[in-house]
C-alpha cells in the first residue's frame, strides 16, 4: 500500500517560532504537494514540487517554505509562525499526471 | 492560476437515489486531468474517480460516473444509488502538464435514510 505520513497528528506553537511540518512517501513518487484545509475555503496549494531540489509555489505561499532534499520527503517551513497559519495541513504525493494523489493523515496546527 | 468552482451549497439526498455534484474548471492547456476525492468526517482523502482531456469516453468506477463536458469545461460527478456512507465533502480536482494539482471548495452531502 502506498503510504504516505505527516511526522504529526497535533501541533500547538507559539506565535513567532519556526516550524517544520514533515512528510514522507514511500513509493518514489516524483510530486508532491502541501495544502492547507480550512471550513469554506477548501484545499489551497501552498507548494508542491516535482523533482528533488525543484519547488513551485502555489497560490498561498507568503509566510510559508520548502524543502525536498530527498525525493521521498517535502517539508513545510513556517518561518514565523502567526496565528492566522491555524489550519489543517495535508500532504499529498503521486507520481504523474493521470494518476491519483496520496493524502497523508493530515496535520493540525494551532499557533497561539 | 487555474480555477476549479464548486458551487453548490450543502445538498440532502434521499438514500438510493441518484445525486450529481457540479464541477467547473478554468485552463486553456490542452492536456489536463480531473479527479474526483471524497472526505469523510473521519478527515482522509479517498480518491474516487479520473477522468483525462482526452479521453473520449465518461469515466465510470462503480457507483461514481464523470459527466465530462470538454467543450463546457465541466465534469459533474454523479453518485448512483446513494448509501449513508456517502454522506461527505467532495472535492473535484485537476492537474495540469507543470504537475499542478488544485481543488475546488467542496460540496458537502449529506444522505438521509
Known amino acids: 500500500d502506498v503510504k504516505v505520513t505527516q511526522s504529526s497528528r497535533y501541533l500547538v506553537k507559539r506565535t513567532g517560532e519556526k516550524v517544520f511540518l514533515e512528510c514522507v512517501q514511500d513509493?518514489?513518487?516524483?510530486?508532491m504537494f502541501w495544502y492547507r484545509q480550512d471550513p469554506g475555503l477548501g484545499l489551497r496549494l501552498i507548494y508542491f514540487?516535482?523533482?528533488?531540489?525543484?519547488?513551485e509555489k502555489g497560490d498561498i505561499p507568503e509566510g510559508y517554505s520548502v524543502s525536498r532534499e530527498k525525493k521521498e520527503r517535502f517539508s513545510l517551513i513556517l518561518e514565523s509562525a502567526s496565528t492566522n497559519q491555524t489550519s489543517m495541513y495535508l500532504c499529498?504525493?503521486?507520481?504523474?499526471?493521470?494518476?491519483?494523489?496520496?493524502f497523508g493523515q493530515g496535520t493540525r496546527l494551532t499557533v497561539v | 492560476a487555474q480555477k476549479i468552482t464548486q458551487t453548490q451549497p450543502g445538498m440532502f439526498v434521499q438514500e438510493k437515489e441518484a445525486v450529481t455534484l457540479d464541477c467547473t474548471y478554468d485552463?486553456?492547456?490542452?492536456?489536463?486531468?480531473l479527479f474526483w476525492y471524497k472526505q469523510p468526517s473521519s478527515g482522509e482523502m479517498i480518491f474516487l474517480i479520473y477522468?483525462?482531456?482526452?479521453?473520449?469516453q465518461n469515466a465510470t468506477e462503480g457507483r461514481y460516473s464523470l459527466n465530462f463536458q470538454k467543450a463546457r469545461k465541466s465534469a459533474n460527478l454523479v453518485i448512483s444509488a446513494s448509501q449513508l456512507g456517502d454522506s461527505a465533502m467532495y472535492f473535484c480536482?485537476?492537474?495540469?502538464?507543470?504537475?499542478?494539482?488544485?481543488f475546488g471548495k467542496g460540496n458537502q452531502v449529506v444522505v438521509i435514510p
Open positions: 480536482a485537476m492537474i495540469r502538464g507543470n504537475n499542478r494539482l488544485a
Open positions: 485552463t486553456s492547456d490542452p492536456s489536463y486531468g
Open positions: 513509493m518514489d513518487h516524483e510530486n
Open positions: 514540487s516535482y523533482d528533488v531540489k525543484m519547488k
Open positions: 499529498a504525493s503521486s507520481t504523474s499526471l493521470n494518476t491519483e494523489a496520496f
Open positions: 477522468q483525462g482531456s482526452y479521453d473520449q
